[in-house]
């Protein structure tokens, strides 16, 4: 048997991890020091060296998108597919438990994954219908309050109830909640998890199937797992020593989603047969990158402590650029990458990382206007935008009568005379007699207290789901969302409206017609799932980083939470600022800025070859306008290891030469270093310093209140003070 390929391109550490017997191991290591790789060369090893056959091989891994890789990486080493290898996230793996065993579960078979925009929308309307104020009561805290109680493992039914207002209310909507989904067979994100783990501990036997089936669990990125994701593994292999995780306590960024770092001490403590293997050699990054990102971890506490080296050799320094706004940062990072790719460099190995969604909108602006081909990840997914949710929705009740949330979004979508009065009635039949909206619609017929058009238009919308769902069992799976999308008047709907993008809504939806055409629908799969079920699951928990062509070579856009365990030659940490990164929310609380702080040696890891660090002198985000300090981060990294950059990059503004010389600088001759000068916003400082000329000129002006500030000297419109 020739395992070269399996154990060759390891070092010793990362031989010894994958070659080891069955047991209970923990590989802690650093960032780019082969964890990730460790865990699928184990996997072919297992496969190939100890006859252990794939189906009895689970692995969990945090994204998709690093579920796929995983995947495809296992099949190029052994040469062979995989289908029956369990490879995927736990909202995944979760999702297939509870499909396989819907009856142990309590779901109907119909039952139908929600993400989380409709249970926000689902827990909105149970918020009206208690009759609580929205704004004392916001759904949003609900959902948040809801998703932390299940992530622990705790349902409504274990909480006492107290004296505590806020909490006794939302203990009640909490309740309510739970009924409603449980009503319709909807079951969010949290829920997959926490009835999965319900799932194994209350059915012995299926618990002892599984137990028996997966010989080996293994876990990636461990670090960031929750309560009730690890009490599932830990049930999952009660008694025997084989799960295998590989994780980093630096890498930990999802605490305020309810994971636990400790989960990696708890492992130490419930397999007290493990061994734990350290790697230290780093193979992805320079060691300018290394030492920088190390010397940034380094202001964290209790930290287990890990060393990182590299041969790569020293590389070039981190450079950092002073944007003076949100645009000259976006124009200065789209320049870098132009630069980049006409040099030979392939746009799937630059990425621009950043700490919230809506900063990529400056950097989508800037690469469209340069026809760069790029790809967002997450943000507003495909499957989120409005047009794709109503054409699911109308497949989604098709499916399942009882889903509340579809029935309420396309009720009236595109309208049909379905009056708010109607629906409200709808509602309160469904609160008063416990019904879903489908069967409460029916009563309200029946009632016959509606007037005949009204009546007329219920019936209409009640009649075309029937129709659509009788008529479309031969077709194929993308024949059926045509029809859907063409029956249902959607199309037509967006065709008419002119205004509001109506026509890249059309779009949209042709191109869900040739999502369900590509869709790969795996005929064997073990669920005995149907197409439009496994499509509609797929919508659900596709979380967006498949949009587009996989193989396209784009430049990649994301949040550095979803760039974790990736890498890219050049990166681009941009926006590197107070109250940005780290955010606002986290500046004031240790425990939240240590995060913050992994979250930047995550984000700095990312890099390979080249980091650029950027932040923006003055950025309107969210509508406000905020002149920022340079991120806390910049200054714990060492002086000779960064270079700043000094080129100014050309800001695309509106205002041409002519307006500029007619504006502020006429004055510019009156400049001289030591002028006292007055600002609108800053109020009175002092030139320290003159760079560029033309429109590029900019003065560095120390202001009394405001500090140190660089302006471009066109835009400034600066009053000179006298003496
Ligand atoms: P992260 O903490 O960011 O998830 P990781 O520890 O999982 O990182 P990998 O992604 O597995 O690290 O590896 C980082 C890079 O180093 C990859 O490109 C991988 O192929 C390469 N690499 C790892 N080990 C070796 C080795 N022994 N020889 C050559 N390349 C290696
Ligand atoms: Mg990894």
Not at 131 to 157: F, H, M, V
Not at 161 to 182: G, P, S, V, W
Not at 650 to 676: A, D, E, F
Request: hydrophobic share 40%.
């Amino acid at each position: 048997m020739d395992v070269t390929l399996i154990i060759d391109s390891l070092n010793d550490a990362q031989r010894q991890a994958v070659t080891a017997p069955s047991q209970a191991m923990l590989v802690l290591a650093g960032a780019g020091s082969g964890k990730t790789r460790v865990l699928v060369h184990r996997i072919a090893w297992q496969i190939q060296v100890e006859d252990i056959p794939a189906h009895s091989i689970l692995a969990v891994t945090f994204t998709n998108k690093a579920a796929k890789e995983m995947r495809s990486r296992v099949e190029s080493l052994l040469n062979m597919s995989t289908q029956s290898l369990w490879i995927g996230t736990f909202h995944g793996i979760a999702h297939r438990l509870l499909r396989r065993h819907t009856k142990q579960a309590k779901l109907p078979d119909t039952f139908q994954v929600m993400d989380s925009s409709d249970q926000l929308r689902v827990i909105k309307r149970l918020i009206n219908t208690l009759n609580l104020d929205d704004s004392k009561w916001p759904a949003r805290e609900a959902q948040w309050y809801i998703n932390a109680q299940k992530d622990e493992g705790i349902r409504a039914r274990h909480m006492l109830d107290t004296a505590d207002l806020h909490q006794r209310q939302m203990l009640r909507i909490y309740k309510a909640y739970e009924e409603i989904c449980d009503r319709s067979g909807l079951v969010d994100f949290a829920e997959l998890l926490l009835r999965a783990h319900e799932l194994l501990r209350d059915n012995q036997d299926i618990l002892d199937f599984y137990q028996q089936r997966f010989r080996q669990v293994h876990v990636d990125e461990f670090q960031d797992t929750n309560t009730i994701q690890y009490a599932w593994l830990r049930l999952l292999t009660d008694g025997k020593d084989n799960l295998f995780v590989v994780g980093d306590d630096d890498q930990s960024i999802y605490g305020w989603r309810g994971a636990k770092i400790e989960n990696l001490y708890s492992f130490q403590k419930h397999y007290p047969n493990h061994q734990v293997i350290k790697l230290e050699q780093n193979y992805r990054s320079t060691g300018t990158i290394l030492k920088a990102a190390n010397t940034i971890i380094a202001n964290n506490t209790g930290r287990m402590g890990k060393e990182l080296w590299t041969a790569t050799g020293e590389g070039e320094p981190c450079s950092l650029y002073a944007a003076f706004n949100e645009q000259d940062e976006a124009y200065f990072v789209v320049e870098r990458i132009r630069t980049w790719i006409n040099e030979g460099g392939l746009r799937s190995d630059a990425a621009i990382l950043y700490r919230s969604n809506a900063q990529s909108r400056q950097f989508e602006e800037k690469l469209m206007a340069t026809a760069t081909p790029y790809k967002v990840y997450g943000g507003l997914r495909f499957f989120d935008r409005a047009e794709i949710k109503n054409a699911l929705a109308y497949l989604r009740l098709m499916s399942n009568r009882n889903d509340d949330a579809s029935f309420e979004r396309i009720i009236n979508t595109p309208t049909r005379g379905i009056g708010a009065k109607a629906i409200d009635d709808i509602r309160c039949i469904a609160r008063d007699q416990s019904l879903s909206l489908w069967a409460s619609a029916i009563v309200l017929i029946n009632q016959r207290t509606m007037t005949a058009r009204a009546t007329n238009a219920l019936i209409g919308f009640l009649e075309l789901i029937k129709e659509l769902t009788t008529q479309a069992p031969d077709l194929e799976l993308y024949e059926k969302v045509k029809f859907v999308i063409e029956k249902s008047g959607l199309i037509e709907l967006y065709q008419k409206e002119k205004m509001d993008k109506g026509e890249e809504k059309v779009e949209n939806l042709e191109e869900l017609v040739n999502a369900a055409r590509l869709f790969d629908f795996d005929r064997e799969n073990e669920e005995g799932m149907g197409e439009l079920d496994m499509f509609l699951t797929h919508a659900a928990l596709e979380s967006g980083d498949n949009q587009g062509d996989d193989f396209d070579d784009c430049v990649q856009l994301m949040t550095i939470h979803s760039a974790k365990g990736l890498e890219f030659k050049l990166v681009f940490l941009v926006g590197m600022e107070e109250n940005l990164f780290p955010s606002q929310q986290s500046v004031d609380d240790v425990g939240r800025l240590e995060e913050e702080r992994r979250l930047c040696y995550v984000g700095m890891t990312r890099a390979m070859q080249h980091l650029y660090l950027t932040y923006a002198e003055s950025r309107r985000l969210y509508g406000r306008e905020s002149y920022p300090r340079p991120s806390r981060f910049l200054r714990e990294i060492p002086s000779e290891l960064i270079q700043e950059v000094r080129v100014r990059a050309t800001i695309n503004h509106p205002v041409t030469p002519i307006q500029i010389k007619n504006s502020s600088l006429q004055t510019i001759g009156s400049y001289k270093l030591g002028q006292r000068v007055s600002h609108a916003k800053f109020g009175e400082g002092v030139v320290l310093q003159i760079e560029g000329s033309g429109a590029q000129e900019r003065v560095q002006i120390n202001f009394k209140t405001a500090g140190v500030k660089w302006l471009m000297l066109a835009y400034a419109n600066l009053e000179v003070l006298q003496g």
